[in-house]
C-alpha cells in the first residue's frame, strides 16, 4: 500500500470535525489507505480524510501526489458518516454503476435492437441482459417526404400494451419504448438511442428525396429531437446507407451538423451539461466509404459504428464469400475486409476512442457450392422467412455440418458436402481473436447486430464472449443516463412509474478455453 503526506494540503482546510479543528502537527503524518481497487488499467488508492473535503481540495491533494482524483463518496466509520475522497491512477475500470452524473472510462458496448423482435422472434425488451450493454440502438424509425420521422410500426414501438405491465395512464407511452424507458430507470449505465434508417430505407430510396432540401433536413432534425425528448432517450443513430453521389453526401453531413445543433438545444432544456449523443451505423467497404465525408461527419459525431459484416452474401456475391472476415484470403474467398475500412477512418482523422466495432449475430448462407472461393445457386437456409441470412443460434454444427475457422483472417464457416451449402458466420473463437485484434488497435468499443439471435450458454454467448476478452463488464465505460424528462409528450415519461422489468434472458454454464490446441 501508498502513503502520503497531506501537510501542505490539510492545512489550507478551515473546518472541524466534531468541534475540534484539524490537527496542526500533521506535517509528518502518513495516512495509509483504507483500501485499493485494481482493474485493468489502473488502480485506485482510497483514503479516509477529515469530513467534509471541498472538492478544490481533494483536486490539490490529487495534485500533491500526481495522481487524479476520481470520485467523491460517503462511508460510514465508527464516528459516523465520512467524506473520502478517491485518489487513483485512472481510469478505473471496476466500478459496478456510475454515481450521480460520475464518468469513469472504459469500452462501449453497442447493441442494436430491431423493435420487430417482438414478433415471431418473441425477443422483448426484458430480454436484453443489461449488464453487457452501456448502449442500445433501438429501430429503426422511418424518414417520410417532409423529413419528419415516424415509427415503421407504431403498434410495436409505442401503441402495443401486448407487453408485460403496460401503463394504463391515459396517454401514456406503451410498446418496445416504454420497456427500454423503464430498462434505462433500472439500470442507470444503460443509455437507449433510437436508430432513424436502417437497409430498408435506402431500398425504398427514402433518404435522398426526403432530406434533400434545407427544410426537410430541418425537419428531420427537430423531429429526431423531439423524438428523444418524449420517448425518454439518450440520443439519436443515423443509419443512412449510403449516400449515392456528391449531392447526398453534402445532405448527410448537413443533417449531423442539423442533428447536432437541435440534441444541444433539447440538452440545454433537460438541465446544465446534459449531452445528448449522436452517432452513425458507418461503412466498412471502401466503395461506401468513399460516399461518406469523414473528416467532416466527425465534426458532428461523438462516436461511429463500424458494420463489420455483410461483406458477402447470396443476394450479391459472385462466388461463395466470407461476410465478416477482418484479413483478406488470398484463395479468392474475401470480396473485402475490415482492416482496410479500418485503416480509411483513421487516414480520415477519426481518433480510435470513436470507432466501435460491430460484429454480426447471424451468417450468409449459400446454397450449390463447393465452399469458399466457389460459385453458388442461390441463398441458402435461413431464419424468420429470410433465406440466406440464418441466426447464429439456428445454425447447425457438428455431423456433416462441418465447422472450419481461419485464424489468419479471423472467419469461420460450416460447410455440408451433403447438402453443399456453406454458412459463413462468427464462432465464439473467432470473436474471441477478433476483440484480442481490436484492443491492439485500440478502439473505443465494439458491438453486435441482432441480439435476439445469440445463445444463452456462457461458452456459446458471442457476446459475453468479447466481453471476457475485454476484462469483464467491469471495463466498461460508466456514464450516467438521462430519466428526467419533464417535456415529455408522454405522463409515463414526465413522471416514471416505477415499474420493475422482470429479466427474461440470463446465462447458463461455464466458460470454455477455446484456445487452440497442438499436438
Not at 482546510?13 to 485493468?40: C, F, K, N, W, Y
Not at 433518404?207 to 423524438?227: D, I, M, V, Y
Not at 466509404?289 to 463500424?306: G, M, S
Amino acid at each position: 500500500m501508498k502513503a502520503i503526506t497531506i501537510a501542505s494540503v490539510l492545512c489550507l482546510l478551515a473546518h472541524t470535525v466534531s468541534g475540534a479543528a484539524i490537527p496542526l502537527d500533521i506535517e509528518e503524518r502518513q495516512i495509509q489507505p483504507i483500501s485499493t481497487v485494481t482493474g485493468p488499467v489502473g488502480t485506485s488508492y482510497i483514503y479516509a480524510l477529515a469530513s467534509p473535503i471541498p472538492d478544490n481540495i481533494a483536486s490539490q491533494l490529487a495534485a500533491a501526489v500526481s495522481v487524479v482524483p476520481t470520485s467523491t463518496t460517503v462511508v460510514l466509520s465508527d464516528g459516523g458518516v465520512q467524506s473520502t475522497s478517491v485518489v487513483g491512477e485512472v481510469p478505473v475500470a471496476s466500478s459496478p454503476a456510475p454515481a450521480p452524473g460520475a464518468y469513469t472510462p472504459g469500452y462501449r458496448n453497442i447493441g442494436y435492437y430491431g423493435t420487430w423482435y417482438i414478433f415471431d422472434r418473441k425477443f422483448m425488451p426484458s430480454d436484453i441482459i443489461t449488464s453487457q450493454w452501456t448502449h442500445i440502438m433501438a429501430g429503426f424509425w422511418d424518414v417520410g417526404a417532409s423529413g419528419q420521422i415516424a415509427p415503421k410500426d407504431p403498434w410495436s414501438d409505442i401503441q402495443s400494451i401486448k407487453l408485460p405491465n403496460p401503463s394504463t395512464v391515459k396517454g401514456a407511452l406503451n410498446g418496445v419504448f416504454e420497456q427500454m424507458f423503464r430498462l434505462k430507470n433500472e439500470n442507470r449505465n444503460l443509455k437507449i438511442m433510437l436508430s432513424v434508417g436502417g437497409w430498408l430505407a435506402t431500398s425504398e430510396g427514402q433518404w435522398g428525396a426526403s432530406l434533400a432540401t434545407p427544410e426537410q433536413r430541418n425537419t428531420f432534425a427537430k423531429s429526431a429531437a423531439r423524438a428523444v425528448m418524449d420517448l425518454g432517450l439518450d440520443g439519436i443513430d443515423l443509419d443512412w446507407e449510403y449516400p449515392r453521389n456528391d449531392v447526398e453526401t453534402a445532405a448527410h453531413v448537413d443533417t449531423l451538423r442539423l442533428l447536432r445543433q437541435e440534441l444541444d438545444v433539447a440538452g440545454n432544456i433537460l438541465g446544465v451539461n446534459r449531452h445528448l449523443l449522436l452517432s452513425m451505423a458507418a461503412p466498412i467497404g471502401a466503395h461506401f466509404i468513399k460516399t461518406i465525408n469523414i473528416p467532416e461527419a466527425n465534426k458532428y459525431v461523438d462516436f461511429f459504428n463500424l458494420m463489420s459484416y455483410d461483406m458477402g452474401g447470396a443476394g450479391f456475391s459472385k462466388v461463395s464469400t466470407h461476410a465478416a472476415n477482418f484479413f483478406m484470403a488470398t484463395d479468392g474467398s474475401t470480396e473485402f475486409c475490415f482492416v482496410d475500412g479500418f485503416e480509411m477512418y483513421l487516414a480520415a482523422g477519426v481518433p480510435t476512442s470513436k470507432l466501435n466495432v460491430l460484429d454480426p449475430i447471424y451468417g450468409h448462407s449459400f446454397a450449390g457450392t463447393d465452399g469458399p472461393g466457389t460459385p453458388f445457386t442461390g441463398p441458402g437456409v435461413g431464419s424468420w422467412g429470410e433465406l440466406g441470412t440464418p441466426d447464429y443460434n439456428q445454425i447447425l454444427q457438428g455431423g456433416d455440418n462441418v465447422v472450419f475457422e481461419d485464424e489468419k483472417i479471423m472467419a469461420s464457416w460450416t460447410y455440408n458436402k451433403q447438402t453443399r451449402q456453406m454458412i459463413s458466420f462468427d464462432t465464439p473463437r473467432i470473436i474471441e481473436l477478433k476483440t484480442q485484434y481490436l484492443l491492439t488497435r485500440g478502439v473505443g468499443g465494439i458491438g453486435f447486430f441482432g441480439l435476439n439471435a445469440d445463445k444463452w450458454t456462457v461458452s456459446e454467448n458471442l457476446v459475453n464472449t468479447a466481453l471476457e476478452v475485454l476484462g469483464g463488464t467491469s471495463t466498461l465505460e460508466q456514464a450516467e443516463n438521462h430519466i428526467i424528462y419533464k417535456d415529455s409528450q408522454y405522463p409515463n415519461v414526465r413522471v416514471y412509474d416505477g415499474v420493475k422489468v422482470v429479466p427474461g434472458k440470463t446465462l447458463v454454464g461455464a466458460a470454455t478455453d477455446r484456445s487452440p490446441s497442438y499436438d
